[in-house]
């Protein structure tokens, strides 16, 4: 019996709880710890996101500055160089730049919406450009229209209107775009990787930092490159105005921003060290600048400095020399700077925010895992060694009762969990068994004596069934333990009579089937041989076949190859008419302009003829005095009668000369048309014939995938006939044995002294030789009929020799 548990037992004892609750506890509590940790880590991230977000929020309100302050400067530098030159092409920049300027700064406004201080700022700036645009930049444009091309200074208008310093500026903006163009390309690629990054949520902090860290470089870049732009600005515009003024203090900007530009170029060259094209890029942009202050800048102002105080222009000067355009600009650049360094003092916060969010994951992440993996290993160990204590205590005592001994020792039965159940359990099994194994060995002297009487029924029984008789059922009863033994012996005595007759009568069918299947085994072989011949006659017609789709593919490519060189000398001749329709358009112009020469050689000699009127007339009133005089003029005025007519004439085949030039152009333009009809043919052609040839390879690879199926096919066809073969010697083996199993069965009795009978043997099938046998003895066998079935089946046979 069990023994009941100790009511003292310890409810709160970790035995006291159940094997699923510990298992789960010991599982799911770090994985809860984990899970923690991985929400901590996504949160942290979260917010790195965030901050990253208005880091960039704030590098690209600098940018935009930037470039307010460097389209403020390109309407500066447009007005001082309309102011110089006087030409529309110097005022584009100024159009430009308050475009660009104001436009920018109604876009920047919306963007720091947020920040009402630095919305007060944007709006200052504006007022300041538009009152220098309205009381500097209108004024200055209404004189210098009012001076108009000026008699002096056209040594210094001269040199500006070469626009030798706008050759280096353009090429000196084309560089820097690109550079810009393809930071930016790098910033939105490193942009996309750290945004996901932070979207997948198990990147490690210090790579996400290091991504970020990138970005901000790429951000820094760009605005460097638009400081240099701005800083070659600020040079053009000094440079410019001194050129005005001749003031060396309108040379201030010149000097400070090359100073600028020559520090942020170092710096830039420092961090892009490592990209070789950039590299090459602002070493261009350098030489750029050096090859302009030396081809440009110094020699024009050297020629101001001889100048000096100009003769003329000098309301323009001294209104240059005013002022007021600096002040507001002076205005305009403090309020901006203003902007950039609240703008600058908040991405510094938000960056050491950034980081600090960033040092705090560092920290918690390890030791939350350090925690989690500590108090899982403990819970654990601590749960795992009292389950393994008490299970191989339960372990050993039920090994003892396997061996035998009841009296082994069981403990444990005052836990609470299944360990506690298996020893109580256990318990109660010991005291059962014994009591068990005690009825037994009494209920087993009694039964002796009746199982000797069985054994010894069954055993005669069973020597007369070996003998092969099946009329050996037991009539007599047996005792009650064993008459479900006498019953089921009889069962299977009458379902082995009842097999055996089923045997008998179903060996006559498998014989006579066996017959049949090796007729239409031989006459299989013989169809499979004729298609193997087939098919290998097959395959070497798609061989032809191939080959010579082949060769016809071989041939569009060729006449392909032609056509493209027949296209591409079209396309020269093409381009050979085209250069003569200019040269003739040319021609034609220079034929126009000659005519506009003789036109004026006309007008001359027109009034050369007046004049010579003229003097023969005062000849004439001068008398004897002015005989001599009188004949000059006659023969003045009959020169410039010969000249006229010759200019005439000369006007006359210029005329001829220009239509019939029109009359070539003409011509050399259709022929172009022409030409140009042509290639669109012999592309049209060189496409056909392209689709040709594809085709033609499509054909071939179609044609040899068919000979690689053929080729398949025909080993399949070799396979089956040798698979045929192996059946018909099946089949001749399967009629052999069907003969020896009848034999076998007709040593049983199924009732009374009957022998089992047997029908006659199937006769051995004509042609097909003697049959194999599957035991490798030569039992005899006496030949039997055709069935009909398979009469019939042989009479369908021939509808099958066309396959």
């Given amino acids: 019996m069990s023994k009941a548990a100790p009511a003292g037992r310890n409810r709160f004892s970790i035995s006291n709880i159940k094997t699923r609750p510990k298992v789960l506890l010991a599982s799911l509590l770090p994985l809860v710890l984990v899970v923690g940790v991985g929400v901590l880590a996504v949160v942290n991230l979260g917010k790195m996101a965030e901050r990253a977000k208005w880091v960039e929020h704030t590098q690209y309100v600098l940018s935009e500055s930037e470039a307010i302050l460097a389209a403020a400067l390109n309407m500066e530098t447009g007005l001082r160089g309309y102011l110089l030159a006087g030409q529309e092409e110097y005022f584009a920049p100024y159009q430009e730049g308050g475009t660009e300027a104001f436009a920018k700064l109604a876009a920047l406004q919306e963007t720091v919406s947020d920040n009402p ?44 209107k070469k626009a030798r310093g706008k050759v280096f500026f353009d090429e000196f903006r084309a560089k820097i775009s690109q550079m810009i163009e393809e930071e930016e390309v790098l910033l939105a690629d490193r942009r996309n990787t750290f ?23 790429t951000h820094q870049v760009i605005s460097q490159a638009k400081d240099l732009l701005a800083a070659a600005v600020d040079m053009e515009t000094g440079m410019r105005g001194f050129l005005l003024a001749g003031d060396k203090a309108f040379l201030e900007p010149y000097l400070a921003g090359s100073k600028r530009f020559n520090d942020i170029l170092a710096d830039l060259r420092l961090a892009m060290f490592d990209d070789m094209m950039q590299m090459n890029r602002l070493n261009a942009i350098g030489e750029t600048i050096d090859e302009w202050r030396n081809t440009v800048v ?8 001889e ?35 609240e703008e600058e003092a908040l991405m510094v916060t938000r960056r050491e925010a950034n980081e600090a969010i960033s040092a705090q994951t560092r920290t918690l992440l390890p030791v939350a895992i350090g925690a989690a993996v500590l108090f899982g290993s403990v819970l654990a160990l601590a749960i795992g060694s009292s389950m393994a204590s008490a299970v191989q205590s339960i372990t050993k005592a039920m090994k003892g009762l396997a061996d035998g001994d009841n009296a082994v020792k069981i ?18 099994f010991r005291d059962q068994l014994a009591q068990m194994q005690e009825a037994e060995q009494k209920k087993a002297e009694g039964k002796d004596a009746e199982l000797k009487n069985v054994v010894q029924e069954l055993s005669s029984r069973l020597s007369r069934l070996s003998e092969g008789d099946l009329t050996i059922q037991i009539q007599e009863n047996f005792p009650e333990e064993y008459e479900q033994l006498r019953a089921d012996f009889n069962a299977s005595i009458e379902n082995l009579s009842t097999t055996v007759v089923q045997v008998v009568d179903s060996t006559s069918s498998i014989r006579n089937g066996a017959a049949e299947i090796s007729q239409a085994s031989d006459d299989l072989s013989q169809r499979t041989e004729s298609q193997a011949a087939t098919l290998e006659q097959t395959a070497a017609a798609i061989d032809e076949l191939t080959a010579s789709v082949r060769n016809a593919a071989e041939g ?16 020269e001749s ?58 000059v003029a006659s023969e003045v005025r009959a020169l410039a009668q010969r000249s006229s007519d010759a200019a005439m004439e000369i006007k006359t085949l210029i005329g001829d000369s220009t239509r019939q030039v029109e009359q070539g152009v003409d011509l050399v333009g259709r022929a172009g048309e022409a030409l140009q009809s042509i290639v669109g043919r012999v592309s049209h052609i060189s496409q056909l014939v392209s689709e040709i040839a594809e085709g033609a390879a499509e054909q071939s690879t179609g044609l040899a995938e068919i000979n690689t199926g053929m080729t398949q096919l025909d080993q399949v066809t070799q396979q089956n006939a040798a698979m045929v073969e192996e059946a018909t010697a099946a089949g001749h083996m399967l009629n052999n044995d069907a003969g020896k199993l009848s034999e076998l069965v007709s040593n049983f009795r199924i009732s009374g002294d009957t022998a089992v009978r047997t029908a006659p043997p199937a006769p051995a099938l004509p042609d097909a030789g003697p049959a194999p046998s599957a035991h490798g003895d030569g039992w005899a066998e006496e030949p039997a009929p055709v069935p009909a079935a398979a009469a019939e089946g042989n009479a369908a046979r021939n509808l099958w020799q066309d396959f």
């Fill in 117 to 160: 201080v630095q919305v007060e700022r944007l709006q200052e700036a504006q007022r300041i450009l538009s009152g220098w645009q309205s009381d500097v930049a209108e004024t200055a444009i209404t004189l210098r229209l009012e001076i108009g091309d000026s008699q002096t200074m056209n040594d210094m208008a001269d040199e500006v």
């Fill in 574 to 631: 093409g381009e050979v008419v085209q250069s003569a329709v200019t040269a003739m358009g040319g021609i034609e112009e220079s034929s126009t302009k000659i005519s506009q020469i003789i036109s004026v050689i006309d007008d001359i000699a027109f009034q050369t003829n007046l004049l010579a009127l003229n003097a023969g007339v005062e000849a004439a009133r001068a008398g004897e005095a002015g005989r001599g005089f009188a004949v």
């Fill in 307 to 341: 100048i000096g105080d100009a003769a003329t222009m000098d309301d323009m000067a001294d209104l240059v020399a005013e002022g007021r355009g600096k002040t507001y600009f002076d205005a305009f650049r403090a309020v901006m700077a203003e902007f950039q360094a």
């Fill in 195 to 217: 945004a996901a990054l932070v979207n997948a949520g198990i990147a490690d902090p210090d790579y996400l930092n290091n991504s970020l860290q990138a970005v901000e470089n």
């Fill in 556 to 571: 569009a490519r060729n006449v392909e190859s032609t056509v493209q060189e027949a296209r591409q000398e079209a396309e």
């Fill in 298 to 305: 110094v020699p024009m102002l050297d020629l101001r400095r």
């Fill in 411 to 428: 403990t444990g039965q005052q836990r609470g969990d299944e360990v506690g159940d298996m020893a109580r359990s256990l318990e109660v």
